[in-house]
Nanobody, 128 residues
Framework: QVQLVESGGGLVQAGGSLKLSCTASGRTFSSYVMGWFRQEPGKEREAVAG????????YYSDSVKGRFTISRDHAKNTVYLQMDSLKPEDTAVYYC?????????????????????WGKGTLVTVSS
Protein backbone atom coordinates (compact mmCIF):
# COMPACT_ATOMS: atom_id res chain seq x y z
CA GLN A 1 0.00 0.00 0.00
CA VAL A 2 1.40 3.35 -1.06
CA GLN A 3 1.58 5.99 1.64
CA LEU A 4 2.88 9.55 1.74
CA VAL A 5 3.34 10.87 5.25
CA GLU A 6 3.97 14.58 5.78
CA SER A 7 5.44 16.24 8.83
CA GLY A 8 6.76 19.61 9.88
CA GLY A 9 3.69 21.82 9.65
CA GLY A 10 2.65 24.12 12.46
CA LEU A 11 2.27 27.69 13.61
CA VAL A 12 4.98 30.23 12.94
CA GLN A 13 5.24 34.00 12.98
CA ALA A 14 5.66 35.97 9.80
CA GLY A 15 9.29 36.01 8.76
CA GLY A 16 9.95 32.64 10.34
CA SER A 17 10.84 29.28 8.82
CA LEU A 18 9.45 25.77 8.66
CA LYS A 19 10.68 22.62 6.97
CA LEU A 20 8.18 20.13 5.66
CA SER A 21 9.11 16.50 5.07
CA CYS A 22 7.28 13.80 3.18
CA THR A 23 8.29 10.16 3.23
CA ALA A 24 6.86 7.76 0.70
CA SER A 25 6.46 4.05 1.25
CA GLY A 26 4.95 1.09 -0.51
CA ARG A 27 7.02 1.30 -3.66
CA THR A 28 10.10 2.97 -5.12
CA PHE A 29 9.53 6.53 -6.27
CA SER A 30 12.88 7.15 -7.89
CA SER A 31 11.21 7.68 -11.30
CA TYR A 32 8.47 9.93 -9.96
CA VAL A 33 8.12 13.67 -9.76
CA MET A 34 7.59 14.76 -6.15
CA GLY A 35 6.15 18.05 -5.04
CA TRP A 36 3.85 20.09 -2.89
CA PHE A 37 0.43 21.54 -3.58
CA ARG A 38 -1.30 23.84 -1.13
CA GLN A 39 -4.87 24.91 -0.67
CA GLU A 40 -6.75 27.28 1.58
CA PRO A 41 -10.48 26.76 2.19
CA GLY A 42 -12.46 28.41 -0.55
CA LYS A 43 -9.43 29.05 -2.71
CA GLU A 44 -7.95 27.30 -5.70
CA ARG A 45 -5.28 24.69 -5.33
CA GLU A 46 -1.75 25.89 -6.08
CA ALA A 47 1.33 23.99 -7.15
CA VAL A 48 3.95 25.38 -4.79
CA ALA A 49 7.14 23.48 -5.61
CA GLY A 50 8.07 20.35 -7.51
CA UNK A 51 11.21 18.38 -8.29
CA UNK A 52 11.94 15.99 -11.13
CA UNK A 53 12.77 12.34 -10.61
CA UNK A 54 16.53 12.95 -10.67
CA UNK A 55 16.46 16.29 -8.91
CA UNK A 56 17.78 18.03 -12.00
CA UNK A 57 14.77 20.26 -12.48
CA UNK A 58 12.68 22.17 -10.02
CA TYR A 59 9.57 24.30 -10.20
CA TYR A 60 8.43 27.08 -7.89
CA SER A 61 5.32 29.18 -8.07
CA ASP A 62 5.94 32.89 -8.40
CA SER A 63 4.49 33.42 -4.93
CA VAL A 64 7.24 31.37 -3.23
CA LYS A 65 10.19 31.75 -5.57
CA GLY A 66 13.29 32.85 -3.66
CA ARG A 67 11.79 31.87 -0.30
CA PHE A 68 11.11 28.12 -0.59
CA THR A 69 13.53 25.35 -1.52
CA ILE A 70 12.57 21.82 -2.51
CA SER A 71 14.93 18.85 -2.33
CA ARG A 72 14.70 15.07 -2.30
CA ASP A 73 16.61 12.13 -0.91
CA HIS A 74 16.19 9.03 -3.05
CA ALA A 75 17.71 6.75 -0.46
CA LYS A 76 15.06 7.81 2.05
CA ASN A 77 12.19 8.17 -0.46
CA THR A 78 11.72 11.61 1.05
CA VAL A 79 11.06 15.09 -0.29
CA TYR A 80 11.63 18.26 1.72
CA LEU A 81 10.29 21.79 1.49
CA GLN A 82 12.33 24.43 3.29
CA MET A 83 10.13 27.48 3.76
CA ASP A 84 11.81 30.73 4.77
CA SER A 85 10.57 34.30 5.14
CA LEU A 86 7.07 32.98 5.63
CA LYS A 87 4.14 35.31 5.07
CA PRO A 88 0.54 35.12 6.34
CA GLU A 89 -0.57 34.37 2.78
CA ASP A 90 1.44 31.13 2.94
CA THR A 91 -1.13 29.81 5.40
CA ALA A 92 -2.70 26.69 3.89
CA VAL A 93 -2.84 22.92 4.01
CA TYR A 94 0.21 21.59 2.21
CA TYR A 95 -0.13 18.28 0.39
CA CYS A 96 2.78 16.11 -0.63
CA UNK A 97 2.24 14.46 -4.00
CA UNK A 98 4.09 12.19 -6.35
CA UNK A 99 3.42 11.53 -10.00
CA UNK A 100 4.86 9.54 -12.86
CA UNK A 101 4.33 12.32 -15.43
CA UNK A 102 6.84 15.03 -16.24
CA UNK A 103 7.42 17.96 -13.92
CA UNK A 104 5.85 20.35 -16.43
CA UNK A 105 2.68 18.25 -16.51
CA UNK A 106 2.59 18.10 -12.72
CA UNK A 107 2.43 21.89 -12.33
CA UNK A 108 0.33 22.63 -15.40
CA UNK A 109 -2.87 24.19 -14.08
CA UNK A 110 -4.70 23.15 -17.26
CA UNK A 111 -4.29 19.55 -16.13
CA UNK A 112 -6.02 20.26 -12.83
CA UNK A 113 -3.14 19.87 -10.40
CA UNK A 114 -3.65 16.15 -10.11
CA UNK A 115 -1.17 13.49 -8.99
CA UNK A 116 -0.92 9.74 -8.74
CA UNK A 117 -0.49 9.71 -4.97
CA TRP A 118 -1.29 12.19 -2.21
CA GLY A 119 -0.50 12.64 1.44
CA LYS A 120 -3.20 13.65 3.91
CA GLY A 121 -1.84 17.18 4.21
CA THR A 122 -0.17 19.21 6.91
CA LEU A 123 -1.40 22.60 8.08
CA VAL A 124 0.92 25.58 7.96
CA THR A 125 -0.29 28.69 9.76
CA VAL A 126 1.66 31.93 9.56
CA SER A 127 0.61 34.63 12.00
CA SER A 128 1.13 38.31 11.31
Amino acid sequence: QVQLVESGGGLVQAGGSLKLSCTASGRTFSSYVMGWFRQEPGKEREAVAGISWNGGSTYYSDSVKGRFTISRDHAKNTVYLQMDSLKPEDTAVYYCTTDLRTLSSWYDSRLGFSADYWGKGTLVTVSS
